[in-house]
């Protein structure tokens, strides 16, 4: 098998809040490096990265909302391709754990109905500017039958296991 052969595609969108880390959370996860705070013009909006499960090579592209957040102008086409969504929070700023219903509104209304939501805390090595408890998070998904992980895009921390374990729970749908 060629470098380049795989079995699927499995397409993700990353959506949330301006400034909670999806450009970062792309770029840990496809380039394995983190971009240091106040450079906001990180512009990343696509990537694709291969990962292994189940002895199936499978090939995820990404798409991140970047800078569109307060337009709501992200596209129906753009919700409706993609079989998993990571929908981020940042755990230092309560207002985008608040706005999680509204992005979930969007997502359930706009996206497959089987589509798997992986609901992220991110920024997870900022503890001491923590506001959002872990508890919360978890009740949030498990109230919206979400899966939840807290993760750092700066630390790498559970990064991997979020795209990973939401490209395990879209598998074993294919
Ligand atoms: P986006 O607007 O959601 O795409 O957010 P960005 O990825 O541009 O990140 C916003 C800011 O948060 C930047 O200054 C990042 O350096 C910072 N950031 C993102 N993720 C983390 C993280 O996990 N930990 C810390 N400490 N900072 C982060």
Known sequence: MSNFAYDYIIKYIIIGDAGVGKSCLLLQFTDKRFQP???LTIGVEFGARFVEV???????QI????GQESFRSITRSYYRRAAGALLVYDITRRTTFENLLIWLEDIRQHSNPDTTIMLIGNKSD??????????EGEAFAR???LFF???SA?????????YVDTAKDIYEKI
């Not at 189940?54 to 995820?60: A, F, H, N, Q």
Request: proline residues 0%.
């Open 143 to 145: 109230q919206h039958g």
């Open 126 to 135: 900022l503890e001491s500017r923590r506001v959002v408890q872990f508890a």
């Open 54 to 60: 189940e002895g199936k090579k499978i090939k995820l």
């Open 154 to 162: 700066k630390t790498a921390e559970n990064v991997e296991d979020a």
């Open 63 to 66: 798409w991140d909302t970047a």
């Open 37 to 39: 705070a106040h450079d």
């Open 149 to 151: 992980m807290e993760t």
